[in-house]
């Protein structure tokens, strides 16, 4: 391990303050490979002879930890995949356990979550699910294709599936476990471990896609200052409290895409109020947005006056 990472807590890590790469050394490239159908399986073969899953994370973690961080560590937001992939990672090695395994004991099944999986929903040759859907320079990709998957490694980073409901009890958690909720009845964690979780963290930067990409839910103000903390994004909005003139309250929110598919939420817990949306086409994001502010718009507490 290099020795700038000495000092570097999973705090950080969560909150994208760890000054880890994007992406693991040398596996940018793979991403690059799996856009191109003929290279896509020689790709997945390099993934897969790492072992396990647990042994392609810790090969993962070991890979980003030798290196030189990408920025000095806790000094500004840095958006990193592996961040998260390391995260599970260390789960595994704490448990001996696969990251998958304990999702499903520790959150699906407490959750009452019985359509959670890992990777794209349902069978490549059926169309028992919505298939995902994204194109390559101008061309639809082949949801069938070994080329329109990401590696599976990546799952702590993004690659959980289930339904628009089970979803919701996923945000529920939060949304009740928040200490500002009126409503607030903690489950599976702490209320103070929640409250560490939603709490403000330091100024963040554009760095990174998901700034620049995300910043939509500024409904109907201007473009918040907007922080990061353990996988939230953090801002106010006057929308997000109460009905008087002047309100303002904190909304935490998030999005992604695997490339197929994206998917945003955004929660006021001080109004006991959130959306989610998704959307089976992976560069269809700037939909998604729309329904967001739509349903914002729509559905969120009317101001009297």
Known sequence: MHPAWEKVTLRQVLAHRAGLRFEPDGLAQVFNELVRPP?????????????????????????????????????????????????????????GRAWEELMGERLFQPLGISTGGFGPPGTADKTEQAWGHSSVLGKPLDPRSPAAEIPLFYGPAGLAHMTVTDWAKFIALHLRGDPANPHCQAALLKLDTFAEMHAVAPATTSKGWVIRGLNFLATGDAAPAVTYCAGWFISTASWAK????????????????????????????????????????????????????????????????
């Open 39 to 95: 290279r896509a399986r020689l790709a997945f073969s390099r993934i897969q002879a790492l072992g396990t899953l647990p042994q392609q994370r810790l090969e993962i973690a070991r890979q980003a930890l030798s290196r030189t961080p990408g920025i000095p560590p806790d000094t500004k937001y840095w958006y990193s995949n592996v961040g998260y992939v390391l995260a599970g990672a260390v789960l595994e090695q704490l448990t």
């Open 242 to 305: 109460g009905t008087q003139p002047g309100d303002t309250g904190r909304r935490l929110w998030h999005a992604g895409s695997n490339g197929r598919w994206n998917a945003g939420v955004v929660i006021a817990p001080e109004i006991d109020f959130a959306v989610l949306v998704a959307c089976n086409r992976g560069i269809a994001a700037w939909k998604t947005r729309q329904t967001v502010k739509a349903l914002i718009r729509t559905f969120a507490p009317k101001r009297t006056s």
